[in-house]
């Protein structure tokens, strides 16, 4: 019973897909690797491949690649492994290592670099992953901070220390990773190739760092630092800190137990006893227990209904313990008699009361039926232009925009309006993505500049492009994006800033949401979204298929002149509640 092993996903993941695996009544999906299978299909798998291949042409040293061996049997890639560790080269890539049975543990890293001996004597080893997102972030220079290390792929041995006025690693958004790269140190302890001198870890994430010539990096991190926040019951603040193995140790541990109750078990799928409950959150999307886990949850289960700003797993579990299970339950509770009891439950969150408070008014809400509640009185105000712009860009999984969109409309001319697109369906550089927003904005200017008499409206939603425009702009020696700027101040027009000073949305104020339901508007993919967007944009750039490029290529293209038709469509049905100038900028001019 107890000789069962746990991935590294598995610390990082929700306990009750462990639970749901190990429960001997449960049904095994087809998939049970969701997690990993949900990073490749967003494009990680071919940043990976390519990752590897990259540092396998640059590196000088010694490597053993064991990525051929994927279909050979679990023995065969361990023995493999463990002989090009026992051997000392260098870099092992995709290497296998045994089981830790007593530990609960299974799996490989996507690389382990050569460090100091262990204390046996022994070659010790490094584990490294290769993330499709970024891993470093600008940071305030302080003394506490010590500075970042860094390899090139080309010197995966050499950690160089960067300036402390540069970056430094994400611990407060990048804890996942962190939990897995302990998974694998804990292996290599197991199997006695752990490094000597300190838990060092390293990420290879999609940054460039420019003092290093704007190539990948490897970041390194220290697994044993206490740098992650989380909450304690004994902490006076309700926080403390520990380390990346503090907190997988506990995690993992965690999901041992539950796997050991589970086993035990022999109950039924419908009437499991269940050591954890389900709770939705986002990974729930993704998940193949999903289909498992949703019959256990009432329909009106808050954490299934309220979906913008939801509570987060401790907040619905101090819920649940007070007997609110649902949305009715939530919308009939005198808040002000169960806040005593339990703010002090969730004192990990900033705002837990208003937090609370925002989750009644949305479950009153859902109750009357209402989508959007109006939190003004009067007409509502939008700028008029003699051409009117819908503006919406699109950026890679690596962060860059690759697509301008544009749709133009004259006051009083008739027909949808002119969509028209700047766009580079490539791995694009720094330098590329910076020629794609000048050619954007160049074709603005002259635009412009041919209507000297007429006023140029730009309608955006929410502040992100202007955001990316004006980080652009700082590496534009040409000025052509500082224009840009300098013209959006008083020309551009940020919607989303309208809809929240004018209307509470009770699934939030999303596009998608507030321009299907309020302006009726529907977009012409059956899954439209952001991230849904970067795999397009990945297949439109790395499929072997010269047709599946072309599909992606035109999907993204259709999807970006929705989002801009559908920022049109919500303007016009502001337009419909009346006009009142609120702002100076805004007004129209006196008859």
Known sequence: MNGFVLDAYAARSCPVKTQNHFHPAMQLPRLDDDESLHEAFLGGASFKTLTMNTLLERFAGRAVDCRSLSNQSWQVQVDAATAAMADGVDVVIGGVLPLDVPGHRSGRADLYLRGPDTGAGTPGYHPVQVKYHRVLERQTPGPDREPQRLSRLGEPLLRTALDEAEQSFRFSSRELDLLQLAHYWRLLEAAGFAAGGGPWAGIVGTDQVASLGNVRVISWVRLDVKAIRTFSRTAAT??????????????????????????????????????????????????????????????????????????????????????????????????????????????????????????????????????????????????????????????????????????????????????????????????????????????????VAANPDARVRVFHYSDYELVRLTRLAAADPSGTLAWATEFAADAFCDLFEVMRANFFGTHGLGLKHVAGHAAGFAWRDDDPGGLNSQRWFDDAVHAESPVRREEARRRVLEYNEDDVRATAALRRWLRDQATHVTDPRHAEPAP
């Open 238 to 447: 309700g926080w403390r800190r520990r380390s990346p193995l503090e907190r997988y140790d506990h995690e993992h541990g965690f999901r041992v137990k539950v796997a050991q109750v589970a086993q035990r078990q022999c109950g039924t799928p419908d009437d499991p006893p269940l050591v954890v409950m389900p709770i939705r959150v986002r990974e729930c999307d993704r998940c193949v227990w999903w289909e498992t886990c949703r019959p256990l949850l009432h329909d009106d289960d808050l954490s299934v209904r309220i979906d913008k700003s939801p509570l987060d797993v401790r907040e619905i579990a101090v819920l649940r313990r007070a007997g609110i299970v649902t949305v009715t339950d939530l919308a009939e509770v005198d808040l002000d008699a169960l806040l005593p009891s339990y703010l002090p439950e969730v004192a990990h969150r900033h705002g837990g009361e208003e937090r609370l408070r925002l989750a009644a008014r949305r479950a009153r809400l859902m109750l009357s039926g209402v989508e959007l509640e109006r939190t003004t009185q009067g007409p509502v105000g939008l700028p008029i232009g003699e051409i009117e712009i819908d503006f919406d860009i699109e950026t890679s999984a690596e962060d860059r925009v690759y697509l301008w969109g544009f749709l133009v409309h004259e006051t009083g001319a008739d027909g949808e309006g002119s969509y028209v697109e700047f766009s580079e369906f490539s791995e694009l550089t720094d330098a590329a993505e910076l020629s794609l927003a000048v050619a954007a904005v160049t074709w603005l200017r002259e635009l």
